[in-house]
Each structure stands twice: as structure tokens, then as C-alpha cells.
């Protein structure tokens, strides 16, 4: 029977102790941790060896069989607790930063570990016939091979997926026809979070004999591509300046790598043509491709060729419809008539700008004039610490000076075109009839442009006396509508 002083009770106390410590010791404080199950360690190791247990021989008192089978197990347990403490050093200090995040050379160390520590317990401790054990266990591994090739082949493809590292936790990753976030990757699969939510799990065999595209490689740029089937009846040279113009109108699209439009393919039904771009960050990718056929849209319109189903008959476009749509898109004018749009539209009067020309200056003599961008990309900017800040990019459809042809307000704002661009000025001596037969148009453009006027960036220098007035900022403007078109009302 154990006693109090044969060191037993002694070695089986640290064991209990050892265990209530790694249950309810805080997880996060890992060093803490592996300090506490290096003391233990060390304090088992003092009372086996003190005790006459040596793990290195058979265990003592083989005449007494609840002392002796107390000694092989407080032997035993020395072995794996040793080999705890191994891995857990050998994670910490020996393995590189990287490995830490995936759990299959965690788990692949801990397995090789833990079964040299058990050969050597059955070996020193239990005096078992190792050559013997080593035998038999490579026959049932050739058995268990068998039965388990399927796995064991996600745990050889998880090796070369980790070693090679293709991709690391957190990025953003397609595997053959998935695209999600690396959530996690171990001994089996890797999983992918999706942008619906949901968890899709890949073995690493089916991983490892895929196309594996990484979206975070390189950090600083990440390519777009969108592809658009046009009539072949259309001139090529025609869409392709179409759109790189449209490439160029988007301010988040990236000058280096130049932005690419070709000529994919050509069939008999159409010609698809690609435009390939980049940008800086991950998350804008979705916006930036969103834009894109938006913007190749509106400059494929300015130049006559309409999106639509290639079995649909092309539509003959009228110039004087182009201008019913270009003043259709412009804000303050969406409650006018068609009439008073025609009335407009026949003053519209047509000006061509080459690249670097200046637009629109709050400079101008007069400057209260509608320029309505019809071709071509121009943009916005205000001098600021003496350089020029953008403030945004204009495609046809856009407009600048609502403001000024309302309500006489000047602003810093100059407009110059980026590359060869065709423009619609409406002076606002055309819009002075309208406003005063329809009094309730003047109320109903001063609320549009005193809601909108922030996602214009135009007006925006409002003095401050609009503040103190009783009105407010939609007072101001009606104020000034009046005043710059001589109103009665």
C-alpha cells in the first residue's frame, strides 16, 4: 500500500493540481501557462527521482502491485507531460512566426512528439518488446493506410499547401471556382468564408490540384476586369476610346499599372472587348467594377453606341434627343416639362475642349452659364495650400455650374478636361422664362439643389450670414434666384 512518505501520494497530488491549474487557468496568459506546467514538471521530476521512480527503468516494487502499477503510471504520465512541455517549447521558441497560425504543423509536431514519447514510455517503463510493437503497428499503418487514403492525402496536399504558402489566413482567395476569406486551414481542408456569409470547407487534395488565385498578392494592387459584347457592326477604334475614357473617369482606378482596353474576341453575333485596371485596396474592388459599366454606359452612349441585347434592332439616335437626355440628367431640371426641355435644349450651345484646356473658372467674365459634359472626361478642382486638390472626375452626362445658372453663386471650382471632351453651355438667360411662368418650379429646384448641392460639391460657399437667416440655406438660394433672374414673386 502507498504511504505518506513513499512519494506516490506526492506524485499523484502535482498531477491534480497540474490538471485544476491548465482547467481553470485564464487561456489568454500564455506565458503564465507554460511557466506553471514547467514547475510542475520539474516538481514531479524531484519527487520520481526522489522517490526511486526512475521513467528511464522499469517501474519499483514489483511485489506490490497497487504501488508498482502507481509508479508505471506516474511514469508514464512524466513521459507525455514531458512531451507537452517539448511542444509547447518547441512552438514558442523553435518555430517560425507564420507557422503559429495553422493548425497542421501544430498538429503534425504534436503527433510525432507525443508518439516518440509513448515508444519510449512503452519501452523504459512497461519493458515491452519495441521491435516487436514497431512490426506490427507498420503492418496495421499499411492497413489503416488503406482504409484512410482519402485523408491522408488532404494531410500530404495540407504539407505542401503550408509549406509553399499560397495564401495565409485572412486573405482574400478564389480556389478553383470559390472566392471567400481564409478563415482557416488545417491538417484536412481549408476553409473560405464567402460573401454570403457562409462557410465553404475545401479538402487541401482538391485545393493543392486547383488554380489558387490570391487577391491580397500583391498588398498595393488588385486587378479588375469586366467585359462588354458590342455589335461588330461598331467601329473597334470608336469603343476602345469609349473606353479607356471610362477607365480614366474613375478616380480610384490606378495611373501605375496603366489601365488596359483590347479586343478579347470577335464572333459572329458580337466583338467583346476588355477592360483590365487596378486599384489600391481590396475593398474597393466591387464599387470600382460597379462604376465601371456604368461609366462605359455613358461613354459608349456619347458617341451613339447604345448596351442592349444584340437580337434587339439598334436604335437610330437623334441629336436632338442626346440633348433631351443630357438635360434630363441634370438635377435641378428633372420637374420641368418636355416642352420647357426643348426650350432649353434649342439654347444649348456646343463647345469642343482638347486635353488640359480649362472648361469652366469661376474667373470667367459673366460665368453663370450650365456646362453640361456630352464627351470625353473632365475634372474638378479647387487650389488648396497652393497645389490642386480633385474633387471628382466628370463623364458625359455630368454637370457643373447648377449653382451659378440658378442662383448666381460663384464658386473656386475649376473644371478642365483630361482628355478631348465636347461640352454644353446654357446660359442663364434661357432659363429666366421658365422660372417665371412656373413659380412652383423655382421652390422645387432650390429643394433639389439646397438637398444635393453636398454630392455636387459646387455650392457651396455660402456666406455665413445663411445661418443667421430665418430661412436657412434653401431661403438663401430662393433668395438668390430672385434677385440673379429679376423674379416678382
Not at 459599366?293 to 453606341?305: E, K
Request: with cysteine; hydrophobic share 50%; charged share 20%.
Amino acid at each position: 500500500m502507498p504511504t505518506l512518505t513513499d512519494g506516490v501520494l506526492f506524485g499523484l497530488g502535482i498531477l491534480v493540481l497540474d490538471f485544476l491549474a491548465w482547467r481553470f487557468m485564464d487561456r489568454k496568459s500564455g506565458q503564465m501557462r507554460l511557466a506553471l506546467r514547467a514547475l510542475m514538471f520539474g516538481l514531479s521530476t524531484y519527487v520520481l527521482f526522489r522517490s526511486g521512480m526512475y521513467p528511464l527503468r522499469a517501474a519499483p516494487w514489483p511485489d506490490e502491485p497497487l504501488r508498482h502499477l502507481l509508479a508505471q503510471f506516474l511514469e508514464v504520465v512524466w513521459w507525455l507531460q514531458g512531451a507537452r512541455l517539448v511542444i509547447i517549447v518547441l512552438d514558442r521558441v523553435v518555430l517560425p512566426e507564420t507557422w503559429h497560425k495553422e493548425r497542421l504543423f501544430q498538429d503534425v509536431l504534436g503527433a510525432l512528439v507525443f508518439m516518440a514519447a509513448a515508444v519510449g514510455a512503452i519501452a523504459f517503463v512497461l519493458q515491452l518488446p519495441v521491435k516487436g510493437l514497431l512490426a506490427t503497428s507498420g503492418a496495421l499503418a499499411v492497413v489503416l493506410g488503406l482504409a484512410i487514403q482519402s485523408t491522408l492525402n488532404d494531410v500530404f496536399s495540407g504539407v505542401v499547401l503550408n509549406a509553399t504558402e499560397p495564401f495565409q489566413i485572412g486573405d482574400w482567395v478564389t480556389i478553383g471556382d470559390v472566392e471567400g476569406k481564409v478563415v482557416e486551414s488545417n491538417w484536412r481542408a481549408t476553409s473560405l468564408l464567402n460573401s454570403q456569409g457562409n462557410i465553404v470547407v475545401i479538402p487541401n487534395s482538391v485545393a493543392a490540384r486547383t488554380n489558387i488565385v490570391n487577391a491580397n498578392e500583391p498588398s498595393h494592387t488588385h486587378g479588375i476586369s469586366i467585359v462588354l459584347p458590342i455589335k461588330p457592326t461598331i467601329r473597334p477604334a470608336l469603343v476602345l476610346e469609349a473606353l479607356t475614357n471610362a477607365a480614366a473617369s474613375s478616380a480610384d482606378v490606378l495611373t501605375d499599372p496603366k489601365p488596359l482596353v483590347s479586343v478579347r474576341r470577335a464572333t459572329n453575333d458580337a466583338i467583346e472587348y476588355e477592360i483590365v485596371c487596378y486599384v489600391d485596396a481590396l475593398s474597393k474592388k466591387i464599387g470600382v467594377r460597379n462604376d465601371l459599366f456604368d461609366l462605359a454606359h455613358r461613354h459608349l452612349l456619347s458617341h451613339g453606341v447604345v448596351l442592349r441585347p444584340l437580337s434587339v434592332p439598334e436604335p437610330i439616335l437623334d441629336p436632338a434627343d442626346e440633348k433631351h437626355r443630357l438635360l434630363r440628367n441634370v438635377l435641378i431640371f428633372q420637374t420641368l416639362e418636355r416642352e420647357e426641355i426643348s426650350h432649353l435644349a434649342a439654347q444649348l450651345t456646343k463647345h469642343e475642349f482638347d486635353a488640359d484646356d480649362v472648361i469652366y473658372t469661376a474667373a470667367d467674365e459673366g460665368g453663370h452659364e450650365l456646362h453640361i459634359l456630352a464627351q470625353g472626361v473632365a475634372k474638378a478642382v479647387v487650389a488648396k495650400g497652393g497645389r490642386e486638390v480633385e474633387l471628382r472626375r466628370l463623364a458625359p452626362g455630368d454637370s457643373i455650374g447648377q449653382s451659378g445658372v440658378l442662383a448666381g453663386v460663384r464658386t473656386a471650382i475649376v473644371v478642365r478636361a483630361m482628355t478631348r471632351a465636347t461640352v454644353f453651355r446654357l446660359d442663364k438667360s434661357a432659363l429666366t422664362p421658365v422660372l417665371a411662368q412656373r413659380p412652383e418650379v423655382v421652390k422645387e429646384m432650390c429643394r433639389l439643389l439646397s438637398e444635393h448641392h453636398a454630392t455636387e460639391e459646387l455650392v457651396l460657399a455660402a456666406p455665413s450670414s445663411v445661418e443667421e437667416s430665418a430661412g436657412g440655406f434653401l431661403q438663401w438660394i430662393r433668395d438668390g434666384v430672385r434677385r440673379f433672374h429679376e423674379l416678382s414673386f
